[in-house]
């Protein structure tokens, strides 16, 4: 009896754990998913994390300090305003003349080459061919740190007589910034314009010709938008080219010009489009085509430019203009070179040539014979 009353004992005890188990425990809802809120086979639940907010906070931070950064000239908000969407805008026109003055090939079939990307290593390979860094590090001249490039600066045009790069350098740093490539070097912007040319790499905001479509193509494009928003704004578009034998831009002719210039008398540029060479500098023929397409869109003509201190690298001359923008110094200088174009008759150094100046050619000889040489010892009156 001992052992029978100690058996049921035992199991009451087990029964009521159970059921105490059992009590615990959620239940389940009885009601069976419907057929639309079922998971696929092969579907995993989405476990949504939520963000402690010190790390949110942490994060809007960063993005609002990456935005407005006091270190820059052009920083602000992200989202541009109405007094800086009419503020003046640039745009860069670097030419590169390549091997003997044939352009670039992006292929590298042509003499001279051109950089490439290693199949193993994926590393930027000669990239001096065509003086690609020198391109390269020109265009590096226009970031800023913050926004990525300065905001003035809306466009860089790589163009020579083959192949031709256009840059939208907001959306260009957009591709990069999404790709994790903040910090500009040799292997994102020579291997950037590869991989785009090859269609390996898509909305990279760069615009690419192999010769299909020439420079003169890309040039009226863009002149034309630059005129057609420089009129929407009430402002004029001019174009500006960096080479000797103009008058100088220096801090105290153009500070003068800023003081003395007033507000009625200036000419409201709200587009400017730069124009400089790399080390072999513009050729004459092409400067004078270049000139033709640009007067076409223009509200004036071609304006030469000239920086001390001789010939410089082309990276150095446009860090230095945009020194001057930044300072509030170089559109002062330029409305003052304009009105004195339109006060007094272009210069001999502001005018281009129609046509490339041909060598000198001897006169043909005169058919005519020649006199007859008198005898010694006669006189002739």
């Not at 425990?25 to 057929?35: E, H, N, T, W």
């Not at 490039?149 to 163009?159: D, S, T």
């Amino acid at each position: 009896m001992a052992k029978s009353s100690s058996s049921s004992s035992s199991s009451l005890s087990s029964q009521r754990k159970r059921k105490r188990s059992s009590s615990s425990r959620p239940q389940r809802s009885s009601r069976r998913r419907s057929p639309s809120r079922r998971r696929a086979p092969g579907r995993r639940r989405s476990r949504s994390r939520r963000r402690s907010p010190s790390r949110r906070s942490r994060r809007s931070r960063s993005r609002r300090r990456e935005r407005s950064s006091e270190s820059s000239f052009d920083s602000g908000r992200a989202s541009p305003t109405l007094g800086q969407r009419s503020a003046p805008k640039l745009g860069i026109l670097y030419w590169g003349c390549g091997l003997e003055g044939r352009g670039w090939d992006l292929t590298g079939r042509n003499p001279g080459g051109f950089p490439r990307i290693d199949r193993n290593s994926d590393a930027l390979v000669d990239s001096w061919k065509g003086r690609m860094e020198n391109a390269q590090v020109t265009l590096r001249m226009c970031a800023s740190e913050g926004p990525g490039f300065k905001r003035y600066v809306k466009h860089f045009m790589m163009l020579s007589a083959q192949a031709c790069v256009e840059f939208r350098l907001q959306q260009y740093h957009r591709h990069n910034t999404a790709n994790r490539r903040k910090v500009l070097t040799e292997r994102i912007v020579i291997g950037g314009i590869l991989e785009t040319y090859q269609r390996r790499a898509l909305n990279t905001g760069m615009r690419i010709s192999n010769g299909e479509a020439g420079y003169l193509s890309f040039l009226r494009r863009r002149c034309k938008r630059y005129k057609a928003q420089a009129a929407k704004l009430g402002g004029h578009f001019a174009a500006v080219i960096l080479e000797g034998g103009h008058p100088e831009l220096t801090f105290q002719h153009a500070a003068r010009a800023k003081e003395g210039l007033p507000g009625r008398e200036r000419q409201g540029l709200k587009r400017l489009l730069l124009i400089l060479g790399g080390p072999d500098g513009v050729p004459d023929q092409t400067r004078v085509e270049l000139r033709r397409a640009i007067e076409e869109y223009t509200d004036y003509p071609l304006l030469g430019l000239s920086l001390p201190g001789g010939i410089l690298h082309s990276y150095y001359a446009l860090a230095t203009v945009l020194v001057f923008h930044d300072q509030a110094l170089l559109l002062p200088f330029l409305e003052q070179r304009l009105k004195d174009q339109k006060d007094s008759p272009l210069s001999q150094a502001d005018k281009a040539p129609d046509k490339v100046p041909e060598s000198p050619q001897l006169a043909p000889p005169s058919l005519k014979a020649p006199a007859p040489r008198p005898p010694d010892g006669v006189h002739v009156r």
